[in-house]
């Protein structure tokens, strides 16, 4: 069995090895490629090689190589999986600096920048779909990259290749926490998640099998504790707000529901140590530094201070139901059909799935809650929007996604927008510069 | 037929007198009765002896009295008319002034005011029409009362009383700005309304049954023209913003899309005179002083300075409709049914209807486009909300529906606004202080 | 103003002759092209110079004239209508001929005779709807020839030309019987039609605006009236039919609640006089012998007993309506939108719809009765599956088409009848027999 | 662990009690009470010794007792299942005779006779489930008792007990007969169940995680094999018709697909041996027979040849699942929820479903294919027709139900039917004869 990884070169590689490495007996991966572009290069050798080392330590019969030679790597694959970021960290550091200065939210998947990270990514993947299609067509495409909703759902609606699956370690986040809070196993905890990637809810807590979201609300709205990623703000929710909904927020809907508070955290981290993008260049440069180490053979702990920890571990998880037939449920990104009746069936939405060899099998959520069914049906008319104007590269249509997000829906400041950041982005949108 | 105009003590009473008398040969009311409570009585016999030398004027044969005992005035009522405002002026005030005070938008219908307008008046209404149902179940109940999509529907969903049409005048002075614009006469322009009320929007422009949509737009966006009604500002549209949603926006859509200008406008304004409510206290002071000069008897020309002008010409022309069987188009607020697929079977929307002696008929719409469907289904949400917390008087209720009001949505501030509003209305909201 | 009609050779011809005569004020046609296929020529002339003896004697300026190239009459069509039957009446007896001979119903636009019929016509009226598209864009095709739901949807959906609407004579004759059941004019009559062309049913009877559905169904039942055409049985309804639907039938839902006693009666009056194709051979030979005579100059009476009669008239109406604006309601066949919750958007029902300049407005109906919902589904799931097989040709969609209807149903008989039928109209399906 | 049988008097307690002994170490029951009513006072007695002497050959510490007074045995019931009749096999006799004297399908759960024994089931399991309500609310029903999915429905939404699932043997033995077809392991088959219980199709057929379903339909219409029980007839399915579904169909849609066909080989049999009902009552007397063998202590092989084989197996594993939170996939009937977007929300379907502590999960189906979707919504539309006669006991609404199945739908021979079966049934429809 192979595996590509597509974005090889990414400090976040390391998590997917030891993944693949200690599934080995399960799932019998014996061949992984990793292929980036030529301006990941020298990070591709230095991941690779640790990969290698890795490997060698665990003597597991595994062949690693790397390549820049996309097409020729895909031959025979089983699975790819993506985790690419168009334009690099600079591009990530407009997407956060311009909003920011217009006082509006600046963050890699929401608001103005996740706007234009999806028109950057959107292109790009939909040629590796494409590719795929036509060199190994039987290839699952397990997809990372971010806002990773929109990405899957753009090459599931609009790409020939049909076995697409998105994953995110939000939901694996939120198991995992309320894990933590009720003293259980994560293995005990299964969560009823209703919404969209970065705009789901958890409208049950099964700890066994048995319901106890009551509980659970009523710990996280006594702010007993907290379950945001490393990489977000963390600024808890009130009793009013926890006791009104109902529902298990996720850390993204901060972002939504504490828009000014939010901001002026982000600001003042701005003003203190940059964006987000630097402090996570910073943070990848002592990474690759302690990468290269020709004695490191295992994953390092660093790691775990990026936002992304886990998403491998998903990913992997993953891979091996798919492989193993194991009909488990886990979370992932996929089309609707139905799943949410208020949604329309193309839509890609955040789900606990039945996952057997023929993919994921969503299970019925039926009627979101009337709290928030409009609010999850205009983010996903919204998000629908940014997929027509990733691929069409229409000005009008990259207006109407800005003006139809919740963060900016400003007629003016939407339009000054929106100008900076195609400015800023042109070498990497050439859709919107025929 | 008889009349019953509750809330009979409005300055707008006049101008619903003209339109009685004007349609007099076509529309026989021969008994018209204002309906007013206590703290009214002195207003109720100004606009009252108006009333009559009006109609001694235009020498037509009809009876008109006054009274506050309500129960009594609906005997044998064909039509019933509302024009209420609980907690007056010195409300409406209240509304305006405590969010503006927080940086939000404080407004007679839209945001925290609007959604305390709703909390105080759908219970009165509630009231009025479970008497009808009891009293004089075949009239029809005409409701003017703002926010009049939000109380037709609670009166149409949870009141005994089925036959209730709510009218607003937007419609009406789109048409007519529609035709200003166009040089035609408004009777030749049809616009179809979709969407709610005060967040209609219109789709297609018929002048003598052609669609000229793309010719309104072009001279929309080129800001030739504006039409807005005197109450709320007017900052016209972007010529990029009316190309991309290719929608005839109504003046209220300023408040969602254009907020932070709005609102700056809006303290500027109540910096230099106060709240609107102040502004009109002190215009309807000078109106009844013209009302009790003896020798008035026409609407004076004064009156259609305020919001609400037209909306009595509105109500006229339905109350003819349905007496005559007329099957002519007018865009009034009634129960969905299908009408827009997007929203349930039982939200009120603001709709082209056929009218005819059993009722609206709404001509269907179908989806509305994917740029405002997300929007006007949270809209609808949030509406639904407000009545639910309406009636509930539920404290989480009404903090969730200023969750879901997307110019509020903040964790903190809906708290903190909700609570100060509560206080302020103390008197007029008994179903929160149970 | 020009109209074409393809099938112009008819015996319906002089019906819509007389209808542009009698409306000529209003709609001022100035030129009529009668169109038809080789094998009809002689009717063609038969009819061509009846009509211009019609025009001459009622001294309206009118050219009328005939031709058999029907892309040459197209040029400058204002509106086109169609009345063809390919195969002519010969085929129809087979349509009628072999389901009877297997004890299923053989009818011209219902079970497997009307599917045939739906084959056979629906690739020639989408060629004639490409025509149109290409050389007169602007001009309305009004569709008469049946299954004349079906054949609407097909053309619809599937051809370029978007300006096409059905009528029926169904609703008309519905909206006069009633008239006369209650005594009043047809002006006066409103139904609300819901339903499938020769499906449909009346919800609602409105006299002068007041709902009497009660009383039109308690005379119904009562079996004092029927109010089927010339063309069909007419058994009556059974009281407890009536009371339990609640709903006026059309005539043709005999065939689907009484099957078995229609299957009777047909079955003895094929027996007696053959099918009811040729008893129209018979009819119209004394039709055309009358058409033939120099000093007619009229429409003869004779027309009225074949069953589409009126049909001409509800044309006549509907491009009266479309050229004035007029905004009545007239009930024709047109794309759903939402219009009928329960259908699907893309599907064609017969509604009644107000009528302006930019075609038909369907007025607003809601969820179907659950009575009726999942049969009427069933139907027009039905009519979508005859469309695809139409445009296919494939074997197994036209078997598919077969089971999904209810008259047929029987996996054997299904098989049978087709084959026979297949080879029956060999010469008028080619997409078929590839 | 309790386990309350209701009907404990039935014939296919042995195989329910057979399947709690064979759990014994998963699901530790240890207390089984059989309920019954008086008429079956016998009965109960034979079946419970047997059941006694079963469980003291297995040697499992199970108390077991029986009862007349089912209060009293609801007492601390965590599992209740019911197998009863109502009105008992003389009662099937007429349910099957009536219909087949007038020509049409008399069956158990299908056509007339199954319309009456859900008049007849429904209010005495509304009973029930009241009393579970309110003496062991926590208890789950588990209902076998056909038509099982419209008795499953009329409990969930008309009754206050919640915690009601439907089960049938049709999709375990589709799943065991195609394991058969496919010389695999039953638990290596997962069928993807779409629809109705007694109107399910299969639209996919995973073996070990890859859809087979091309394969199973080609074995299927080579007519190599059949899986119908052993109560319905087994006529088998065409190559064309297979080839044009392409979906599997179960053994009940020869009923509606294969009427004509049925009928002659029902009415043959019906001359020959009598009713089914007739033919079970010899088969019956027999068993029970062999029951009273004081040495008999296992479940006799001739129990298989009864039709409701495996019911009990679905249910002992179905109970396994409940208890021990097994997230694996049980076929069951539950409220749909959005399952299939075309029925409504409150319809019961038969769906697979993850089964946890929490009850069942079902599996998103989104819309069903366009060649059943709109037979399916029919029969649903049918089976709550149904079960609003059973709860309104009026004459009406029965007849409707008459009227909207797909297997009679005759104005004339419904009310023929109706008015038999009513008074053939008398003693047993309290609800309709007040």
Known sequence: MKLVIVGGGSSYTPEIIEGIITRHHSLPINNIVLVDIEEGQEKLEIVGSLAKRMIKKANVPIELSWTLNRREALQGADFVSTQIRVGGLDARAKDERIPLSHGFIGQETNGAGGIFKAFRTIPVLMKLAEEIHEICPEAWLINFTNPAGIVTEALLNHSPHKKVIGVCNIPFNMRHSIAEIMDVK???????????????????????????????????????????????????????????????????????FQTKQVLEKDIAAFKENGTRAEVVQALEGTLFKTYENPDLADKPAELEK??????????????????????????????????ISDLPD?????????????????????????????YVSNMKAFEQQVIKASLSGDYHDAYLSFMMNPLIQDEQVAETMLNELLEAHKDHLPQFFK
Chains 1, 2, 3, 4 share one sequence.
């Open 306 to 339: 990026r936002g992304g920890a886990y998403y491998s571990d998903v990913a992997c998880s993953l891979m091996d139901s798919l492989y193993n037939n194991r009909q488990n449920i886990i979370t992932v990104n996929t089309l609707n059909n139905g799943t």
């Open 186 to 256: 994560p293995e005990d905890v299964q969560i009823e998640f209703i919404g969209l990637n970065h705009f789901v809810f958890g409208r049950k807590v099964w700890i066994n099998g048995v319901d106890r979201i009551d509980e659970v609300l009523e710990k996280l709205s006594s702010k007993e504790m907290d379950y945001a990623p490393a990489n977000i703000v963390n600024l808890g929710w009130s009793e009013t707000f926890i006791k009104s909904f109902r529902l298990l927020p996720n850390p993204y809907h901060q972002y939504y």
């Open 346 to 374: 193309d839509a890609v939405i955040e789900a606990n799935c039945l996952i057997n060899k023929d993919g994921p099998l969503p299970i019925s959520i039926g009627s979101l809650p009337s709290s928030i069914k409009g």
